[in-house]
């Protein structure tokens, strides 16, 4: 049986293939599956073709083509899609509550899975998530308040302009536009009394890209 990544980039190699009879490039791949490097892609390609799923065409730049789609999903998958189902059911899902995150300075970042929260299906629909409380008031300008609850899509890439949980030296986290400049990183803030926060993007990691926010009064 495939792993789930190497099932999710067969299926999507399959589908940009049926719909644009082209075959998707290793960046494309690498964002679709979620992968921060080109290297994992190539790991995973050359798994599929030992096991005889896809191969590459000759003489021809990129190309791949598939041979055959599996009789079975992994099983996370199909844990996942009844996770789905049951949330649709009950119009909400339970995602694991982490912590507090700064969205003023960096505090440290938690990761106690014991407590949860209940968001509302659609703010979840793909992917895997989690929740942060907001504590402080540098991202205002943005809506999202001291005391709210941002709903995070894991994932480790980001393009410029979205709002990121970023992890500073591996200890502190914070939650603030991402700007990307060559090797360095800008965390911009959204309230004009926080100065933006810059660093070397070996200091920085990507944790997440907010989803929603959930707000109680």
Excluded: W
């Excluded at 703010?123 to 943005?142: D, H, R, W």
């Amino acid at each position: 049986m495939l792993t789930e990544k190497q099932y999710n980039l067969l299926m999507y190699i399959n589908k940009v293939n049926r719909e644009t009879g082209q075959c998707p490039s290793f960046d494309e791949m690498k964002d679709a599956i979620g992968l921060k490097s080109k290297s994992g892609i190539h790991a995973l390609i050359s798994s599929l073709e030992e096991r005889n799923f896809i191969r590459k065409l000759p003489h021809k730049a990129r190309a791949l083509e598939v041979i055959r789609l599996p009789r079975f999903k992994p099983q996370a998958i199909i844990d996942e899609e009844k996770k789905r189902e049951q949330a649709l059911h009950n119009s909400s899902v339970q995602i694991p509550l982490y912590g507090k995150i700064a969205a003023g300075l960096p505090i440290e970042a938690l990761a106690d899975e014991t407590e949860t929260v209940s968001v509302p299906f659609d703010m979840v629909s793909l992917g895997k998530y989690y929740a942060l409380t907001i504590e402080g008031n540098s991202m205002v300008e943005a809506g999202i308040m001291d005391g709210d609850t941002a709903i995070i899509r894991k994932q480790e890439q980001a393009d410029n302009g979205k709002i990121v949980v970023a992890l500073i030296d591996n200890c502190e986290a914070t939650l603030k536009v991402l700007k990307k400049d060559g090797n360095v990183i800008h965390l911009l803030p959204c309230n004009k009394e926080y100065q933006p926060q810059t660093y070397t993007s070996d200091r920085v990691k990507i944790q997440g890209v907010l989803s929603g926010i959930i707000r109680r009064y």
